[in-house]
């Protein structure tokens, strides 16, 4: 869904280093969501916002913080990288007035060496 | 928290053939049930979706199942054509929160 964009798409960087990734959405949407993909472990949920000023933890949240800068802007941050971060990063929005049906960015391929 | 487990990990069929995928979660607050279609290299997409006030949803060749007693749900493809091929996720919501849980995925391969 092109309404949702998340940069970089791929990155390599170093144990140690903070790295940031962005997603934004341009569906007007209040609700954004950050998810880490490993293989055989599904989806897992890293922190959601409901508006600007609402932050959850979710599932994984250890290792990460997010940011929440405008409606349309979520960030997730990894302060000091370690290898095992290495995963496809996946943000998401959704309308709860829409049934609170998640959609989905292209995902940030992130390495850790 | 919820937990999710997805079966089988794999599925082959012919082309033509059904396919059935079964999800089991352990919450019973969970009112929420999506499934989501990954293809090779893309994101995931809904495909279709259940709330507990429902037994059955249908959507052409796709529809979901939900047994609140069992807590347990199912996807089934019927007809199936090579395009199908992808992987699948289901997930469970709870109604007090917005932790979703996913279970672990369902690779279906379609044969010509």
């Known amino acids: 869904d092109a309404d949702v964009t998340q940069t970089p798409r791929n990155r390599i960087t170093k144990t140690g280093k903070r790295i940031m990734l962005e997603c934004s959405q341009t569906k007007g949407h209040d609700r954004m969501y950050w998810y880490r993909q490993d293989p055989g472990l599904g989806l897992r949920l890293i922190y959601y916002s409901f508006d600007v000023k609402d932050i959850n933890k979710g599932e994984i949240s250890d290792g990460y913080s997010v940011s929440r800068q405008a409606q349309a802007k979520f960030s997730l941050s990894l302060e000091s990288a370690i290898p095992n971060q290495t995963a496809l990063y996946f943000c998401?929005?959704?309308?709860?007035?829409?049934?609170?049906?998640?959609?989905f960015g292209p995902g940030t391929r992130l390495t850790v060496l | 928290g919820e937990n999710v487990e997805q079966h089988p990990s794999t599925l082959s069929v012919q082309e033509g053939d059904s396919a059935v995928i079964k999800c089991t979660y352990s919450d019973s607050a969970s009112n929420y049930f999506p499934w989501y279609k990954q293809e090779l290299g893309k994101r995931p997409q809904l495909i279709i979706d259940?709330?507990?006030?429902?037994g059955e949803k249908k959507d052409q060749r796709i529809a979901v199942t939900l047994n609140k007693t069992a807590k347990h749900f199912s996807l089934h493809i019927t007809e199936t054509q090579p395009e199908d091929s992808a992987v699948y996720f289901c997930?469970?919501?709870?109604?007090?929160?917005?932790?979703?849980?996913f279970g672990a995925g369902t690779r279906l391969t379609v044969k010509p």
């Open positions: 997930a469970a919501r709870p109604y007090n929160n917005n932790d979703m849980r």
């Open positions: 998401a929005t959704s309308d709860a007035g829409d049934g609170d049906t998640q959609y």
């Open positions: 259940i709330r507990s006030n429902v």
